[in-house]
Structure formats: structure tokens, C-alpha cells
């Protein structure tokens, strides 16, 4: 059986929600990360420093008492941003990034950012205090095929805030194609990127095995077996640009599985492990502690966490569902098995 042991990982890019729902999933997150960056799309958005003091406030009640966990806060970007106070949370430490929604790109986004052009004060300001950009990066027009909306996003908005803003630091968030892969590596000095399980793991073939399968529709959506084969290569490249972001993005089952799913894959109960197949798979083991636990911290500009932790490839079974206070998720591997397992202390 092979084993692993590494620094305890984080997870640049979470989503808990609130209420019954941020009860059930924060302590899968807390039990297997250090930290995480929270993500801002509550209803209502997370726009300002005394709603994220207050949400993170509701987070860390629901860490359990034996969690050695950190939630990062971000916050949500709108047309209105205060840059003042943004920059005020930054440098205090409550905001560790901002975040980018293209209006209506996804889930709750309808606040978002309508034009990047209407925020240059507030990325200008964000230039110069270091504070990262972190992006949800699709095009909008419904016009725009929906798997051409990333490369869009990097053609038509990034490339060209990039040049305009030449100390700005951004994370490309759930990279899932080849040419975000790419420009992050044109960009080492200043550009990261998270990337999740599934766009490791799957291609868009999996949307549509056997049939429909709303559980594997997130967004950005997956996309052809090529670009989950350059993700692939990226995250076991050993380059200090991509890290560990899981998007967990729980959504009720029966708002999945419906006449108008949602869109979010629930990984935290598995996310180890599902990286962990793929790192296994690729033969690259040896550079799952810099991907999972190294260069998120640095590209933050914070220390790797100190405790370690040890995984064994180990079959175990993953239930089918998991109850919430408000209804039933379906994880990522719901009903099947995960092949990694932290070891039992
Ligand atoms: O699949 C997704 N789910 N993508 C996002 O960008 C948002 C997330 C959510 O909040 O459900
Ligand atoms: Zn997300």
C-alpha cells in the first residue's frame, strides 16, 4: 500500500454558503485544509469588511473543536466597489483577495462586475497595495459558446488587464483549458491558478455518460479530453503558478437535479483523495506537496502550514449522499469509493 506523507494542504477556492448548509459543509473543509479562501457569492454578496467579518464570524463557529483551520475572506467586486474600504480590509487582514465575477457568469453573480473597464480605480488601487485579483474567468454573451467563454475571458478581459495594470497580481480561478494553463505560465511572476478535481479528472464526456449527469455540471464547464490533458500537465508540471482549489460548491440535490441545475460540484468530503488519483496516475507523487501545500502559500506571500499529514491508497467508500439541515448533497464520488485516505492517526 502506498502512503504519503506531506505539509497539511489549504484550498485557495471554497464555497460554504450560510446557515444549515455552511454547518454541514465547513468541517469536511477544516478536518482536511489548513486554510481556505472563502468565495463571496452568498445572497447577498459579501461586498464590504463588516459583512465579511460577520460571515467569517458564522464560519469559524462551525469549525470543529479539534480543526486547526484559517477561512480566508474575500471580497465580492461590484460596479460600486469602495475601494477605501477594500484596501483598508486587505491591509488589516481581513481580505486576503477580491474577487471577479463577470455579471451573471454563474452562481449568484448577478452583482458582478458588468464591464472590467468600470472597476479600473479599484483594480488600480489593488495594484498598488499587492492585493490579488482573483477571477471567475468566462465571457458572458450568450452569443459566446459556452466552451469558448474561458479562452474568450483570457483574449478579451485578462490579456488586456494585464497591460494595463502591469503590477497586478491575479488568479486565474478554476483554470479548465489549455490557454488558461498558458497564459498563468507566460505570467510566473505575478499570475497563479487554482485548479479543481474534476477538470483534472473528467472531460466533458462525463456530462453526458449514459445520460445527463448534473452532478458533474460546474462552471466553467468541463471541456475536451485535450484541455483536461493540459490541466493535467500543469498541476504535475512542479511550477510554483498552479495550486490546490477545490471550487466545492454544494448546491441541494434537488436543485441539481432539475429542470435548471445548478452548477457546482461538492468535492470537500473527497478532495485529497481525488487529487491524489490523479497525481498517482500521473506518476508524480513526488510534486503533490508543492502543488497542494507550497505554492498557494507563497503565492500569498504566508508560510506553509507547519503539521503533516499522511494519505494511504486505500479503497473506502464514499455514501451516496450527505444530509444537510435544509436537504441532501450528492459529494463528488457519491456512492462510490475514494483510493486515498488520510491514515488513521
Ligand atoms: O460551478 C460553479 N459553482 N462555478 C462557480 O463559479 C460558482 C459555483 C457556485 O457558487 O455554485
Ligand atoms: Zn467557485
Redesign the pocket.
Known sequence: MRRLTFRRPDDWHV?FRDGAMLETVVPHTARAFGRAIV?P?LVPPVTDRASASAYRDRIVAAVPQDADFTPLMTCYLTDHTDPADLIAGFREGLFAAAKLYPAH????SAHGVSSIRAIDGVLGAMADAGMPLLT?GEITRPEVDIFDREKGFVDEVLIPTLERFPTLRVVME?ITTRQGAELVAEHPDRMGATITPQHLLYNRNALFAGGLRPHMF??PILKRAEHQEALRKAATSGRSNYFLGT?T?P?LRHLKEADCG????FSAPVAIGAYLKVFAEEDALDRFEAFASLNGPAFYGRAPNEARVTYEERATPVPATIATGEGELVPLFGGGSVDWIEASQ
Open positions: 464555497h468565495m457569492n457568469a454563474t452562481t449568484n471567475h478554476h460546474c462552471l471550487d460548491a448546491h445548478c452548477a457546482g460540484v
